[in-house]
């Protein structure tokens, strides 16, 4: 809970404050600084501020640790045919919970799989398998149905809002009808999925959890689209887990970095099909050059894609299973968590920089992992 987190920081705060002023007595830091004439201020705030972060990490390590029991839980995913949806119902099942898995294709190979899987379970957790299309308002009224109906006196802990679909290419290239039906699932989808599910987490005071991207924070060519797409999840998020706190309502957005899922292409043919659909005078404009670099460029970024999923299901399942879970958290490597971070704090003019030269920073990473 986010008031928890609040008092955390306050009361670490104040503990280093009174820390500060006995450590700089006990090496007699403050005779040799007022003989300088140096505010107490200054050598004060950066002791109290250091000692204020480690004191709140150390305790929030500790909150990270305290879990809710399985036990009378039940779990909605949308977007389980494959990839995080997919992972996450199964890793749930494990750990004792009723998973609700809301799947496109729910004659599919990956709701089959769900299926046998969940008849191989021992213990409470189980999945039934739910056909699910984010898009439309009729299929998640029929899965809310079936939804109370298979509950088993259950409660609805948990909606985990995670289908998603991605569409490259330029912004001036792909189609509106196509940009439309992404922005339908990825946006509209998640506010569709969270109407319908809502009433049930207000009984059970549950959590909501999104699938973002940090494509939120860094929107890179060929990309775009489907960074707007995230960018809008995220402000969802956090607007939402203000509206719903008062329910006791818990929102987090989970942000995946770079992770091989079906989500991404296994070829760049789309980019072929979008060159094709173009005037002449765009191709010209762009040149042929151009479509070779986005070529290259979606390639570098499948290449680096991470295909083990174990760190981000770890995510999305501590912030189900958290008694105290984050608003937000960034799935990724260390490596490419640090650089994440240094970029964020980037100045707008270095931002743009990487932005014009990602293909030859993929290339680049390319490399050094190969």
Not at 137 to 155: H, I, M, P, Y
């Amino acid at each position: 809970m986010q008031s928890v987190r609040l008092w955390v920081w306050l009361l670490s705060a104040l503990v280093s404050i009174l820390i500060s002023k006995q450590t700089h007595l006990i090496f007699h830091l403050s005779q040799l600084l007022d003989f300088l004439s140096v505010p107490q201020w200054i050598y004060l705030l950066p002791i109290s501020l250091t000692l204020a972060w480690g004191i709140a990490q150390v305790c929030f390590i500790w909150l990270n640790t305290l879990k809710i029991p399985s036990r009378g839980k039940a779990v909605f995913i949308t977007g389980c045919d494959s990839g995080f949806g997919h992972h996450l119902a199964l890793r749930l099942r494990d750990r004792g919970f009723l998973v609700f898995a809301g799947c496109l294709f729910p004659q599919g190979e990956g709701a089959s799989r769900l299926i046998k899987s969940s008849q191989k379970t021992r213990g409470d957790g189980a999945i039934l398998v739910v056909p699910c299309d984010v898009t439309s308002e009729d299929s998640l009224k029929e899965a809310v149905n079936f939804v109370s109906t298979n509950l088993r006196g259950k409660a609805l802990w948990a909606v985990v809002a995670n289908a998603g679909i991605l569409t490259s290419g330029y912004v001036e290239w792909a189609s509106m009808s196509k940009l439309q039906r992404m922005f339908d699932v990825n946006v509209f989808g998640v506010m569709r999925t969270i109407r319908a599910f809502v009433p049930f987490l207000r009984t059970s005071k549950g959590r909501v959890v999104v699938t973002t991207s940090w494509a939120a924070h860094f929107a890179a060519p060929n990309l775009v689209s489907y960074a707007m797409t995230k960018h809008a999840v995220l402000a969802l998020c956090n607007g939402l887990r203000a509206e719903l706190l008062p329910f006791g309502i818990e929102v987090s957005s989970i942000e995946p970095n770079m992770y091989k899922t079906s989500i991404i292409p296994p070829s760049s043919d789309e980019l072929d099909e979008l060159w094709a659909s173009l005037t002449d005078e765009q191709q010209t404009a762009y040149g042929d050059a151009l479509l070779k670099k986005s070529h290259q460029m979606l390639k570098d970024f499948a290449h680096l894609c991470e295909s083990d999923l174990t760190f981000p299901i770890n995510t999305f399942e501590h912030a189900i299973v958290s008694r105290f879970p984050k608003p937000s958290y960034q799935s990724d490597r260390l490596s490419m968590l640090i650089l994440s971070k240094i970029v964020l704090f980037l100045p707008e003019q270095f931002n743009d920089f990487l932005l014009q030269n990602v293909n030859r920073l993929l290339s680049l990473g390319r490399l050094l992992h190969n």
